[in-house]
Structure formats: C-alpha cells, structure tokens
C-alpha cells in the first residue's frame, strides 16, 4: 500500500467541544533481511530498532532501516521470542520454549553472549519480558503449580529471581500466556505492570501498582477457550490501556479480541468489529502529537483505528506477528520469513 492515507478521527475533549483532526500515514513494506520468523520488537530510539525471532537470529538497525546488522546465537534453535533494548549497543533477549529451551540472554554489539538465566523447571514456558527502567524488569511464564510465573530482575537483566507465590492470586487450570509477539505483559516508570493471560479458558489482566510487590486481577470481555485469551496487552499511561487476542484455532472468523480501559485495567469495553479475521498475535498502541493510534496484527493481516477501537482500516493482509510505535511518529511491523514493514506518520501536531 503507497501513498499516503487521511484519516479522519472526532476527538472528544472534557470541558471542550469535538474537534476533527487528521493524521497520514504511509505503509511501507521493507527488503528481508532474514527469512527468520520475527517476534520480538523493541524501537530503542528514533533511528535504532532492535529485533529477534526464530533460529536465535537477533537484527539492529541504527539508521531508521536503511541497513541492518545481524546475530545468531550459537544454540540456533532457540527461538527469541522477546527483546528489550537496553542501548543502541546492548539487548536482553529471552527465548520461549518448555524447560531449558526458556532462557535470557544479554547480547552486545560486538557479537558477545551473556547468560542470565535458565528455566529450571520443566513445565515452565516464558512468554515475555519487559522493562520499567534500566534496572528492575519482569519475565513471565506459563503457571506453575496453579501460580502464575513472574521473575524479576534488579541488575538490568543479568540475574533472575521468581517472585514470591504467595504475592500472587491463584492460577487457573491451564493459564499462562501466549509467546506470541513479545507484548504481554505492559509497563510504565510508576511502577505499574499489567499481565494478559489466556489458554485454559482464561483471558485476564494480572495487575501491580509497586513493582511487583503486590498483584491483584481483572477479568476482562476478552473471548476465552484451551488456545484463546489475550496475547498483547499496551498502555499509554497509568490509564488508558488496550488487549488484543483471540482464538487461535478460529483463524477465518470474528471473535471478542480487541478491547480498551480508561481506568487502569479495572474495566474493559471491547472495540468495534476490526476488518482482519481470526486472531491477533501483536498490537502497538501510542500517542503521536495529539492522535492516538492503535494497530493490532496476526497471521491474517494488520489493521489500524485513529478512534481507540470504533473504526478500523485495513494495513495489510500479509502476516505480522508484532508490532510497535515510537512517539515521533514511526512504526514498525514484522513477522513471517522476516517480513518487515515501515509505518510513518505525519501531519500532526504536537503537544504543548
């Protein structure tokens, strides 16, 4: 799709009447660098973008996609579902698999590997990582003796530690989460996190507000089955916050997958109908300039609202299993056998 696209979206205001703004957008698929599945996304800056997926391939640019830089740890059949980006020249990697396969690494520019942790326990499965500043972090896995997984790092990354299981709500049969696009579990520097859990007939948020010393849960409208639930949770502030999932073996048809909160995580109330089928492995959610943009992807193509959910426009119907936004205005896309595509924005204005 070329070009460029307006959009047309009313935003409501407290305290002031609607007024329509318009943002553009250009999709831009991108050369393959490597004919890997890409499921880790984390945009560092506006010009470094790290990536990692299938076959230990771990990919950097540092100049906004122009050229790209490429690793493969020597286990090649770890499959690096996650990524964060510590610097444009350091990343703590996580692959998901059962037992050892879940592991997470450091990986530095000049192609050394750090270990920092391996899965212990044979019935867990990491699912994602995420960061809320240089130091403390969170990993989460499949439920283990009917408690939910979550390890937290202080040191950046380098060493692990399960927290305490008592701190948690119990698991249900089957719950834990879906390694699907490296996006579900959410946070912000406040100390909040957010988990969206699925299989086994599950699909809620977990919920800390300091760090992961306490958690609460949150049930949510999203649909529920043994392979359904949520797979990427996002959240712009302390507030407003979207899920996105579905059924995974439902892949032809219209199911309760996409939803919003205002309140933290508390109360959802589910999108509009989107234009792509089946379910949604990846979803960005992200302010730019005064436009809130929402994009959610899967096996069956990507779609993209400018109005938090009740209007969709379809981005592509190729297959993309992560996506994410960086609030100057460019997002990114990737998927299967590498697909890659460039999302910029224009034509807004900033706040002030």
């Known amino acids: 799709m070329k070009g460029w696209l307006k959009v047309s979206a009313i935003l409501v205001m407290a305290g002031l009447s609607c007024q329509e703004a318009q943002l553009g957008y250009k999709f831009e698929k991108q050369p393959q660098i490597t ?6 996304l984390d945009i560092f800056d506006h010009s470094t973008v790290w990536a990692s997926g299938t076959d230990a ?20 059949s770890l499959q690096f579902r996650d990524i964060h980006a510590i610097s444009a020249d ?22 050394s590997w750090r270990h920092c942790y391996t899965m212990d326990n044979p019935r867990g499965f990491l699912d994602a990582i995420a960061f809320w500043d240089d130091k403390r972090g969170l990993a ?25 299981p008592g701190l948690m709500p119990d698991a249900g049969e089957g719950e ?7 996006t579900c579990i959410a946070t912000q520097s406040s100390g909040r996190a957010w988990i969206g859990t699925g299989a086994g007939g599950n699909a809620r948020v977990l919920y800390t507000p300091d760090f992961g010393e306490s958690w609460f849960s949150y049930d949510t409208p999203m649909i529920k089955g043994e392979a359904a639930g949520i797979t ?16 995974l073996a439902l892949d032809s048809l219209y199911t309760p997958n996409i939803a919003f909160t205002s309140d933290g995580g508390q109360r959802w109330s589910l999108a509009s109908q989107p234009i792509t089928r089946g379910a949604f492995y990846g979803s960005a959610f992200q302010q730019i300039g005064k436009q809130i943009v929402s994009i959610v992807c899967g096996p069956n193509g990507a779609d993209i609202s400018l109005d938090q959910g009740r209007s969709w426009t379809n981005l592509t119907h190729e297959e993309y299993w992560t996506a994410s936004i960086y609030p100057n205005g460019t997002g990114w896309l990737m998927g299967r056998n590498g697909n890659m595509a460039k999302i910029i924005f224009s034509n807004f204005e900033e706040n002030r």
Do not use: C, N
Request: charged share 25%.
């Open 35 to 40: 004919k890997s599945l890409l499921i880790g």
């Open 57 to 76: 391939t771990v990919i950097r640019t540092l100049d906004g996609g122009s050229t790209w830089q490429s690793w493969q740890h020597q286990e090649d």
């Open 90 to 111: 350091d990343a703590i990697v996580m692959s998901a698999g059962p037992g050892r396969l879940s592991q997470i690494w450091k990986l530095r520019s000049d192609s």
């Open 140 to 164: 989460y896995g499949d439920a283990i003796d009917r408690k939910p997984f979550i390890l937290k790092t202080k040191d950046g990354g380098l060493t692990w530690s399960r927290l305490d």
């Open 176 to 182: 834990g989460g879906f390694a699907a696009s490296g």
């Open 232 to 247: 990427s949770i996002r959240f712009l502030d302390d507030h407003r916050g979207l899920i996105a999932g579905g059924d």
